[in-house]
């Protein structure tokens, strides 16, 4: 028997019966929502990983699992770590190129964004906003539009680059079809779609850094001139560090952009020349929707999301700050 | 209170969206819903008429054509309503891919021959008052007819001979710019070729402005391969037809003459002309190709795609890859037309089918308006035909030759992913030979795992 003063007290909400129907009437319909359209395809998902699922087949009486659809368990993951079938290397040539592509991307952004906003934030006056809204403009831009725009400029035979290489003496190449090309050890259609994405994204960046410089209070900086630091050096050890915050904000989410795209790439070069950049989300999509193989497509997504959760934890423990200013 | 109700709402809409989501587990046999289709009274159609959807994929010259004979059809069965629905080629794979499982596909359904063996369980077959199989195959030419058949059993009627092997566009202006005869006197490949290394521009730095035999494409590489390999002696699949036999002598001799059209006659960049960069289609009519390797239904679309361009211009057939040989060939069972099991109206929607796919007049119109090669030789071989498509009477020679793909698992993976990637590689010279075939006899053979 309980002793009475032992029971747990439930906690009165404070709000009356009318105001708790009231919010319940109000978030219903998005709970719904993210229930059907977010809930349960990850569920979904995580029960098909371990199916040879396709919708193709008619399967078993529960939800199409089972009978032709069968249970695999870890087969896929299996398959995807040590299988020499053409879909096992596929995957692998995915991860990889995924990760160049997004390890190449994050610098590069940071390497862009960060000065490009220090410069913009100590420009006064209208032209900052003018700046701003230039630099952020290719990110309110159509992916497919981005990427026919940089297809016709890396078209080999009419396209600007080439024409530019050409006016200067060079030799033209094939930015988007050449496989035999690499420049440090990379294709260079992976570069030139990194190029692309890289116009594309890194406005929002820079929109986030120069908010993020406006709010770096100026009695730091002050008082590290007055101590006699340049300007580079007020950058580097005042600025940078004050950033940080920003920093692992802008570094995850970049890292978690790159490790989506998907559009961008299908548009200019399919994964082409000879898989070179085909990525990770792209593959998915060609299992789950070109060849019916859900199964193996929703492992391929498990894989994906344990990945960009490793290196976001990673991140959060490199670049975490217990201060605030 | 307002958790349980909270709750059940959400346990409700995860087993409704659960079952709405899934496949119907057990099929209902075509008959059973032909037989319902008697008694049950017809839905969606009007006041006393039947309504029916018809899918097909997005091609202005075969949806004209449709349109057309859907309105002839009407005309005829003012109870009839038939509405065309189409989807571009990639949505319309995907579309019949998720709708057929939950039984939500049209009541007729444009399907490419080839793609039936993967779709049968899920097509209503043709009863035989429509067309017996013995009727079908006397009707169509072998290579068309052949996909639609499965197991013995007739599960649509071809629209056209989907022949991806032999034929090319041919630039009239190039040839005289060029000071070369025409139209061109090929009698073997090599004069083809010769005709091509005379055709090829290049620009000031060496790259390739215009290829004289564009024959890098996902289509006429693989096909040619294919075609390369039974006019060499051999085939492609074993004696049961269980599985692929790519790695040969014959696919081999098939292979090194592709890459020595490129290499020693340099007739083509296929870093350049390809799939995804100037595609044959697009490169001819933008004066890039002036032999462009592609199947004569490309000369509707360009028509359509392309009506200023101002290069003279005709289609021909090329000489047999191997000298000597006959000109054989495999070909796709091409587009034609097929039945929901699911559809309330089989009888009419059959009906349908048989008036534009079987009818000698009809399929002569559909194929006039969409620029292909007739299914039917009797249609092939007619004066109407020889006026409006001149290129067709040139291919009555070698149509005789084709031969059926063969049913495959996953046609579209063993062609355009596996084969033609491979080719492509070793014509880019990033695979050796021997490394493309061994790679396309596993690959392919895998798709039967």
Known sequence: ?325 | MDRKVLLIGFVLLLVVSLVACGPSATETPATEEAGAAETAPPEGAGPGGISLRMWAHQNPAFNAGYQALIEAYQSAHPDVTIALETFDYDTYIQTLQTAMPAGEEADIIQLFGTWTSEYAGRLAPAPEDVMTVEEAQDLFYAAPIGGFIVDGVLYGLPQEFNMEYGGVLVNKTLYEQAGLPYPPQWETMEDVLRDAQALVQTDETGMMTVAGFHFTASDPASFSFLAGILQHGGDYWNADHTGFTFNTPEARATLEWMVSAVEEWGVVDPVLFNDEENWVGQAFFESRVAIGYIGAWAIAEGRANYPDFPDEWDYFYLPPMVEGSDPLFVADSGWGLAVSPNSQHQDVAWDFVKFVAANVDNARQWNIASGTIPAIPEVAESDEIAAAMPWVPRALEILPYGRYLGSMPDRDLVIYEIVYPHILNTLQGVETVDEALEAIDAEANATFE
């Open chain 1, 1 to 325: 028997m309980r002793h009475p003063t032992l029971r747990p007290v439930r906690r009165n909400s404070g709000r009356t019966a009318s105001q708790r129907r009231f919010v319940l009437g109000v978030t219903f319909p998005t709970i719904l929502y993210a229930a059907a359209f977010s809930l349960l395809p990850i569920v979904w998902a995580l029960a098909l990983m371990f199916f040879e699922y396709s919708p193709g087949r008619a399967g078993g009486a529960i939800l199409g699992l089972g009978g032709d659809n069968p249970f695999v368990g870890l087969e896929h993951f299996r398959n995807m770590v040590v299988g020499m079938s053409r879909e096992a290397r596929l995957f692998r040539v995915s991860l990889r190129n995924t990760l160049v592509f997004a390890f190449a991307v994050l610098p590069l952004n940071l390497a862009i964004t960060l000065p490009l906003a220090a410069l913009i934030e100590s420009v006064r006056g209208r032209l900052k906003t003018a700046f701003r809204a230039i630099y952020f403009l290719p990110a309110v831009t159509s992916s497919v539009g981005v990427a026919m725009m940089w297809g016709f400029i890396y078209d080999p035979q009419k396209g600007l680059l080439n024409a530019v290489i050409r006016l200067i003496g060079g030799t033209p190449i094939a930015w988007l079809s050449d496989p035999r090309t690499k420049f440090l050890g990379i294709s260079v259609a992976l570069w030139a779609v990194i190029a692309a994405y890289l116009w594309q994204d890194f406005g929002y960046n820079l929109v986030i850094f120069i908010a993020a410089l406006q709010g770096i209070p100026h009695e730091f900086k002050e008082a590290a001139m007055v101590d006699g630091a340049s300007p580079l050096q007020v950058f580097l050890k005042i600025t940078v560090p004050l950033l940080r915050p920003t920093l692992l904000f802008v570094c995850v989410m970049t890292m978690l952009s790159s490790f989506q795209v998907f559009d961008i790439i299908q548009v200019m070069t399919d994964g082409g020349p000879n898989y070179q950049t085909h990525v990770l989300v792209l593959d998915i999509y060609n299992n789950a929707f070109r060849y019916q193989r859900m199964g193996w497509a929703a492992a391929g997504s498990f894989v994906l999301t344990v990945v960009v959760m490793l290196i976001t934890i990673f991140q959060m423990r490199l670049l975490r700050t217990e201060w605030e200013y």
